[in-house]
């Protein structure tokens, strides 16, 4: 059983090297839509693969970080990445271009990053990122799948290293230590779940 949670922001770019010249060679923006697929191997307490509310807190602002922002290969040359430190409150450098394909591989190691440091109270199944879909327009989009996690043709440029976030996106976090949380989570062989999920009040006893 899969379900599905759809996340929307808005962001301008570049992206090099394409074969397009008006993407490859002008700041432009779009309307992103970001659909993530989600299983489990079981239903918890309320009959759910995992509560939607729980999209609302890491997840939502995680994918919100990107939201008007500039985001940039950290490729770029010096100048243009000091002109938007300088000039842009909200940017993400990345440690890849930013295509639609980039991106979905992005959300989907960084999602099943953050969901395998969620610590649940309701009688969850394993919950799997099953694939992470991107559209930059209404035309199409890119999707990333949990096999591409594997195959080094895809993430040889992905680590929890991969998004610099500018001060000004962690300000506005519910948790502004989010991101090094999650970092101390997986370098660190004794720490804990960072994210926690309290049981809630059973007022139906099974
Ligand atoms: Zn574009």
């Keep these: 059983m899969i379900i599905r949670r759809s996340f929307k922001f808005c962001a301008a770019h570049i992206v090099r090297n394409c074969t397009s010249k008006r993407c490859s060679s002008s700041l432009h923006g779009h309307n992103y ?15 759910m693969i995992l509560d939607f509310g729980i999209f609302k807190n890491e997840i939502a602002d995680f994918i919100d970080g990107f939201d008007h922002g500039y985001h940039f290969w950290n ?20 440690s890849h271009n930013p295509s639609a394909e980039n991106y979905a ?12 440091a969620m610590s649940f109270g309701n009688d969850e199944g394993e919950i799997k990122v099953l694939s992470v879909r991107v559209h930059e327009t209404d035309h199409g989009y890119a999707e990333a799948f949990r096999s591409d996690l594997e195959d080094r043709n895809f993430t040889q440029n992905l680590s929890l290293d991969s998004i610099e976030f500018s001060p000004a996106i962690q300000e506005e976090w519910k948790d502004k230590e ?14 804990k779940k960072p994210f926690i999920y309290t049981r809630p009040t059973q007022q139906v006893q099974k």
């Design 33 to 47: 839509v970001v659909e993530v697929f989600i299983s489990a191997n079981k239903l918890d307490n309320a009959g």
């Design 178 to 191: 989010m991101m090094q949380k999650l970092k101390n989570y997986y370098t660190s062989t004794l720490a």
């Design 75 to 94: 490729l770029e040359s010096q100048e243009i990445q000091k002109f938007i430190h300088q000039n842009s409150a909200r940017y993400i450098a990345l």
């Design 105 to 116: 591989l992005l959300f989907l190691y960084f999602i099943d990053k953050i969901i395998g």
